[in-house]
C-alpha cells in the first residue's frame, strides 16, 4: 500500500471519529436539555422543525442569559393579595372566561416581574427566563397568553387556566425567610407550617378552573 493511500484511510478515519464524537455530544446535550427543559425542549424542538441543533442552541441560550437570574421574595401582603385575585379571576371565569383568561394573563405577567424576570411587557423574553427556572410550568402561561390573543373555546381556554395556575403556584409560592434558613431545629420540631402558597392552591381547586 502506498503512503498516499495510508494517509488517505488515516485522514478519513480521523474526519469519522471527530463526525461519531460531535454526534454522540449532541446527543448527549439533547438528553441534558430534555431532562432540564421537558416539555418545553419538545416545543423549542417542534419551533425549528425538528432541527436538535437549532433547539439545542436556542436552549443554551436561555440558560447562559437567565441562568444567573436570582428570583426576589415576595412580601407575604402581596403574596395574599395576588392569591385573592387568582381566586376571583377563577370564580368569573364561569360567566366570562375570555375576561377571566384576560386577567390571568396579565397577573402572571405582574407577579412574574415581581419575582425579578423581565418584564411581562416583552413576553418572549420573559417567557424563557421563565422556562429557565420553571420549565414545567411555563406551557400553561402560553396557553393563556395566547387564548387572550385567539378565538379559542370555552374547554380551550379552560384547560390553559388550568395549567397555567401551576406557574401561579411556583410564582406565588412562600419563601423561608434568612430566620427559617439558620434555626436548628428543636427536638418538638417536625417541620414548617404548611405555606399560604398551599393555601392557596386549595382554593384554586375549589373553583370551577
Not at 371565569?93 to 390571568?104: I, M, R
Not at 418572549?124 to 373555546?153: F, I, M, P, T
Request: proline content about 5%; cysteine-free; overall charge negative.
Amino acid at each position: 500500500m502506498s503512503m498516499f493511500a495510508i494517509v488517505v484511510i488515516a485522514v478519513v478515519a480521523v474526519i469519522a471519529a471527530a463526525v461519531l464524537f460531535i454526534g454522540l455530544g449532541q446527543r448527549g446535550g439533547s438528553r441534558e436539555l430534555k431532562r432540564r427543559f421537558g416539555p418545553e425542549y419538545d416545543h423549542a424542538l417542534a419551533r425549528h422543525d425538528g432541527d436538535t441543533t437549532a433547539a439545542g442552541q436556542e436552549l443554551r441560550e436561555r440558560v447562559r442569559r437567565y441562568g444567573s437570574l436570582k428570583e426576589q421574595p415576595l412580601p407575604s401582603e402581596d403574596r395574599e393579595q395576588y392569591l385573592a385575585q387568582w381566586a376571583h379571576i377563577q370564580e368569573q371565569f364561569v360567566d366570562s372566561p375570555h375576561k377571566a383568561v384576560t386577567e390571568a394573563d396579565a397577573l402572571l405577567a405582574r407577579l412574574a416581574q415581581d419575582r425579578g424576570f423581565p418584564s411581562g411587557e416583552r413576553f418572549d423574553e420573559q417567557l424563557a427566563a421563565l422556562s429557565v427556572h420553571h420549565a414545567g410550568q411555563v406551557h400553561g402561561y402560553r396557553g393563556v397568553h395566547a387564548a387572550v390573543r385567539g378565538q379559542n373555546g370555552t374547554e380551550e381556554m379552560r384547560e390553559a387556566m388550568v395549567e397555567a395556575r401551576g406557574l401561579f403556584s411556583a410564582l406565588a409560592a412562600e419563601q423561608p425567610t434568612d430566620s427559617d434558613r439558620h434555626r436548628s431545629p428543636s427536638p418538638d420540631d417536625h417541620g414548617p407550617a404548611p405555606a399560604p402558597a398551599a393555601r392557596g392552591r386549595h382554593q384554586t381547586k375549589g373553583s370551577g378552573t
